[in-house]
């Protein structure tokens, strides 16, 4: 018995404003996405490197409000990405915590995204 790892579904509401969040600002790039007609909710897949995370416009896939865990390697060099790209609605900073080194940000929809650097603690990856 194998398990993978988890692909996070997330709720949105506007696909332009996911847009902007998500492939503009935290730099992800579109996977593959699925309607079932023209007009429908949208069904997307999201990756930036080894992350993935699912968006949904559907009724009943994800709440509005979910934090999500992701960690990652190189914290200090996303942080200084994400400070120079001219996004008004987001200005997150480093956070040391017990368990590593955090950037938290809020989504257009309510969704909390916790990257963690565990490495950037103990002194490496960042």
Same mark, same amino acid.
């Given at each position: 018995?194998?398990?993978?790892? !988890?692909?996070?579904?997330?709720?949105?509401?506007?696909?332009?404003? !996911?847009?902007?969040?998500?492939?503009?600002?935290?730099?992800?790039?579109?996977?593959?996405?699925?309607?079932?007609?023209?007009?429908?909710?949208?069904?997307?897949?999201?990756?930036?490197?080894?992350? $993935?995370?699912?968006?949904?416009?559907?009724?009943?896939?994800?709440?509005?409000?979910? !934090?999500?865990?992701?960690?990652?390697?190189? $914290? =200090?060099?996303?942080?200084?990405?994400?400070?120079?790209?001219?996004? =008004?609605? !987001?200005?997150?900073?480093?956070?040391?915590?017990?368990?590593?080194?955090?950037?938290?940000?809020?989504?257009?929809?309510?969704?909390?995204?916790?990257?963690?650097?565990?490495?950037?603690?103990?002194?490496?990856?960042?």
């Amino acid at each position: 018995m194998r398990f993978e790892r !988890a692909v996070p579904i997330l709720r949105v509401f506007d696909a332009a404003k !996911a847009d902007e969040f998500y492939l503009g600002y935290l730099g992800f790039t579109t996977d593959w996405e699925h309607r079932f007609e023209p007009g429908m909710p949208l069904y997307r897949q999201i990756s930036r490197s080894e992350l $993935i995370i699912h968006l949904s416009e559907h009724h009943g896939d994800g709440t509005p409000g979910s !934090a999500v865990f992701l960690p990652m390697h190189g $914290i =200090a060099q996303f942080h200084a990405e994400l400070a120079a790209k001219d996004y =008004a609605f !987001a200005r997150p900073g480093l956070e040391r915590e017990p368990w590593g080194i955090t950037i938290d940000v809020a989504d257009p929809f309510g969704n909390q995204l916790r990257f963690c650097d565990n490495d950037a603690q103990k002194g490496g990856g960042s």
